[in-house]
Nanobody
Framework: QVQLVESGGGLVQAGGSLRLSCAVS????????MGWFRQAPGKEREFVAA????????TYSNFAKGRFTSSVDDAKNTVYLQMNNLKPEDTAVYHC??????????????????WGQGTQVTVSS
């Protein structure tokens, strides 16, 4: 059973940066796809980024490209989401998620069986 615990959220001014962490336990090999999703109040959960555990392949939503970077520290069993130049519209609860298999359909939240509890990110203007 894979367990995910996010941390690193908080309140930041527009233009600032945050680094979210997702501690992973119960992983059995390197075949996992790690995803980041976010959900703002009154909105549906949306895709942010996803990548292979090895880091060879990473994909981002259009709003994340150039501002967000997802990375993996295999030794620490931790996935990071570095977020720069944050905007008020980035305010949301951010979740990490995990699944096994390839990158196909990695933007689809329903394809991930394991989820963290989420961490709140609030960006003030």
């Amino acid at each position: 059973q894979v367990q995910l615990v996010e941390s690193g959220g908080g309140l930041v001014q527009a233009g600032g940066s945050l680094r979210l962490s997702c501690a992973v336990s119960g992983r059995t090999d390197s075949s996992y796809i790690m995803g980041w999703f976010r959900q703002a109040p009154g909105k549906e959960r949306e895709f942010v980024a996803a990548g292979t555990w090895t880091g060879r392949i990473t994909t981002y939503s259009n709003f994340a490209k150039g501002r967000f970077t997802s990375s993996v520290d295999d030794a620490k069993n931790t996935v990071y989401l570095q977020m720069n130049n944050l905007k008020p519209e980035d305010t949301a609860v951010y979740h990490c998620a995990a699944r096994q298999g390839g990158m196909s359909n990695s933007v689809n939240a329903a394809s991930y069986p394991w989820w963290g509890q989420g961490t709140q990110v609030t960006v003030s203007s």
